[in-house]
């Protein structure tokens, strides 16, 4: 290393961070190196998102490894002196373990991250994301090199196929599948199309792999190019995420200047190029065939499948359609090989996952955990467990079209085969903690108000069978429950599983079935005893209701 | 690396907003001037005027071979696409289930009362439209409401007023 600086500092500067007064802390920190004549020597990277984003703003000062947390402008002159002039560490900025609130120096020394696995999210928190060189640096665009100088794009491929890569989207489908059902299309041009509209409520994972890693994305789609006979990319990405949008499209045309896409990469013969779409505020978007209808500039509506996507998709071409995270694992798995690959996660279900771990825990952030790891270790090892010395209610994973499972259904572990088996589903990676303060049937109405809301209406089993589930629903909470509402709400959730268009449809009613399997008894309450447990339903707890309207 | 920041008032000159969305078009080769264009289009005439009334609609729809017809199917599907005027601030509360069990339900109706508005309403002195978004992915900082591009942390009907005062 030929760098003068005596410090790295990595600023984390992810969205949650941001809003919670990074560029201030930045300002304020770039004056007390001033003040100190210590511009030259210490350097300072913005990153994206480095997981714990309930402690942020977040500050590492390397090589120390040192991480600070919760910081505010006005403590940016002590951490200077203390720690880059004095050379002692800054007690009183340090994150506190969540279990014995002792100062903890490394972030690598909490639970929260001991328990992780870092493959698609290597770079995020560590890299400036605008940055080429340092992607370059940590063996970005190898995976692609190797792919165009010693690869056939079949042997490309081949290689994902092995990998068993699953689509992190949510359905799991093999991407290997997905990439040689294109391959073998006649048909011309063909796409390759990014999904980072994370509708889910919930999910943050692609926002913020776009925000700290963009240029694994841009290789990834470069390379499955490269094997589907591909020339043009692109990612939608919703409109919610303007920083996400901001970054990608600033790694794009920075690639694009510097021969990583364009007509002629490496030197190869092979051209790729890219464009970012943004979407509008539409959930169903997020269903393969809407949001291909959306980048044509239609209304975001799904069509019956087939013909799939991959036959007919974009412009009615042969396009792989593949979520964020599914592709930033490719480089991972080219440069390692799809052994080294596999020997992470199960057998049937191979590599990590990320999840966006929110709500009633206290260690709200990102984590990328092996596959098979149990939802215990991730809400209660990783997570910290229950904030407030509350009771553990359920997890609720896989956003709209998932499920909640309780306290008995801890030691499930995520994986494609074992979630739905217990009622819930792998999903994007939305996994939000309930305590005893939940009461899972208004959750349940909540979904369905959320669906009714999203649904695109061009069906009629989606758009009339999720209102008058919702009006079952409603009535429940509102202390109208009769008896056989709860047989009337399943064989709704029925018909509507086999009839409706789309998966949005299909899986409207997954919250509520999993909800009657795990919690029957809160709704025989709210329906024969008028009564809320958790005092939420406000006409079936007048007692509470007065003081509770802040939940 | 900036904060977010209150996006600039929408050009009080139509004139020079029909302009500008001409050349944000020409800035395209003329093959791709046609539907696929279309929700950029919009995002961009919304920009531009604040919301999409029946003229900005028939010229994006001549701009680009379509419908009037068609141009509004696109901008009633879609969330973002406003054809009634905004207000000059736009509060959108999370309703993302994340913000939900922590409480965003109560905002909500704090924000009806305090505004005497609902949802999709604006208030009659024109400073604050009311909408809802369904999860930014600021879900660690739940509740959170996000005015014009600002995303509002932990928020409580509590500490409303102070924030709706930022905000003239």
């Known amino acids: 290393m030929n760098d003068p600086a005596r410090f790295h500092l990595l600023l984390c500067a992810g969205g949650c961070c941001l809003s919670s007064g990074m560029a201030s802390v930045r300002t304020a920190l770039a004056a007390a190196l001033a003040a100190h004549g210590l511009a030259e020597q210490v350097r300072v990277t913005a990153t994206g998102c480095m997981g ?133 299309e006649p048909a011309t041009p063909k796409y390759v199309v990014g999904n980072a509209d994370e509708g889910d409520p919930g999910a943050f994972m692609d926002r913020s792999l776009l925000e700290g890693d963009p240029y694994s994305l841009i290789e990834a789609m470069t390379i499955c190019g490269y094997a589907v006979g591909a020339r043009q990319g692109y990612v939608y990405v919703r409109a919610e995420y303007p920083l996400a949008i901001e970054r990608l499209e600033a790694a794009v045309a920075t690639a694009l200047a510097a021969g990583r896409l364009g007509p002629d990469i490496f030197g190869s013969g092979f051209g790729f190029t890219m464009a970012v779409r943004t979407g509008a505020g539409a959930f169903v978007c997020g269903e393969e065939t809407a949001l291909l209808h959306s980048i044509e500039g239609r209304r975001g509506e799904p069509h019956p499948k087939p013909p799939f996507p991959t036959a007919k998709g974009l412009f009615d071409q042969p396009t792989v359609l593949n979520n964020v995270e599914t592709f930033a694992n490719v480089p991972y798995i080219l440069r390692h090989g799809a052994e080294q690959y596999r020997a992470l996660g199960t057998r049937q279900s191979p590599g990590t996952k990320i999840f966006a771990l929110a709500g009633n825990v206290v260690n709200n952030g990102l984590v990328e955990v092996p596959m098979g790891m149990s939802l ?85 089993p989606c758009r ?25 709400l399943e064989l709704l959730s029925d018909y509507l599983a086999q009839s409706a268009l789309c998966g949005l449809g299909q899986a409207a009613p997954n919250n509520l079935l999993s909800t009657l399997r795990h919690f029957r008894v809160e709704y025989e309450e709210h329906i024969r005893r008028k009564h809320c447990r958790a005092g939420v339903c406000p006409a079936l707890a007048p007692a509470r209701a007065a003081g509770e309207e802040a939940r | 690396m900036a904060e977010p920041v209150t996006v600039p008032p929408p050009a009080a000159e139509p004139a020079a907003a029909f302009r500008e969305l001409d050349a944000f078009l020409a800035h395209f080769p003329a093959e791709l001037r046609t539907r696929t264009l279309l929700i950029p289009a919009l995002q961009k005439a919304q920009e531009l005027f604040g919301h999409l009334p029946p003229a900005v609609q028939r010229h994006v729809a001549a701009a680009l071979g379509l419908t009037a017809g068609e ?47 609902d949802l999709g309403g604006t208030t009659p002195d024109r400073r604050f439209s009311l909408g809802c978004q369904r999860c930014v992915g600021a879900c660690v900082l739940a509740p959170i409401l996000i005015i014009d591009q600002k995303v509002h942390s932990y928020v409580t009907p509590k500490k409303l007023a102070a924030i709706l005062a930022q905000y003239p």
């Not at chain 1, 500050?59 to 002692?88: F, I, K, S, T």
């Not at chain 1, 499930?412 to 309930?434: C, D, H, N």
């Open chain 2, 71 to 117: 141009v509004y199917g696109v901008a009633t599907f879609y969330h973002y696409f406003h054809l009634q005027p905004q207000g000059r601030h736009v509060i959108n509360v999370c309703l993302g289930t994340p913000c939900y069990v922590k409480g965003a339900r109560g905002l909500l109706a704090a924000l009806r009362r305090e505004l005497g508005i």
């Open chain 1, 464 to 488: 009339l069978g999720i209102k008058a589930m919702r009006d079952i629903l409603e009535r429940i909470c509102g202390g109208e429950g009769e008896e056989g509402d709860i047989g009337k």
């Open chain 1, 52 to 184: 714990l984003c309930a402690q942020g703003p977040l500050l590492v000062v390397n090589p120390d490894g040192v991480c600070y947390c919760r910081l505010q402008a006005a403590d940016m002159a002590e951490l200077v002196r203390g720690h880059l002039v004095g050379g002692q560490v800054v007690e009183r900025l340090l994150c506190p373990d969540p279990l014995t609130g002792a100062p903890v120096r490394a972030l690598g020394d909490l639970d929260f991250y001991r328990r992780q696995r870092k493959v698609v999210l290597r770079n995020c928190g560590v890299v400036d994301p605008a940055s080429l060189a340092e992607y370059e640096g940590r063996g970005g665009y190898q995976a692609l090199r190797q792919a165009l100088g010693k690869m056939t794009p079949a042997q490309v491929v081949e290689e994902v196929s092995h990998s068993g890569l699953r689509g992190r989207g949510g359905a799991g489908f093999p991407t290997g599948l997905k990439w040689a059902a294109v391959a073998k």
């Open chain 1, 376 to 460: 215990r270790e991730i809400v209660f090892d990783i997570g910290g467990g229950i904030p407030g010395g509350k009771m553990f209610k359920a997890v609720q994973i896989g956003g709209a079209a998932g499920g909640c499972l309780p306290i008995e259904q801890l030691d499930t572990p995520v994986t494609y085969e074992a979630l739905p088996k217990a009622g819930a589903m792998m999903g994007s990676g939305g996994l939000l903690v309930l305590d005893e303060d939940t009461c899972m049937v208004d959750l349940a109405r909540y979904f369905l108000e959320f669906l009714q809301e999203e649904s695109c209406g061009k069906c009629t």
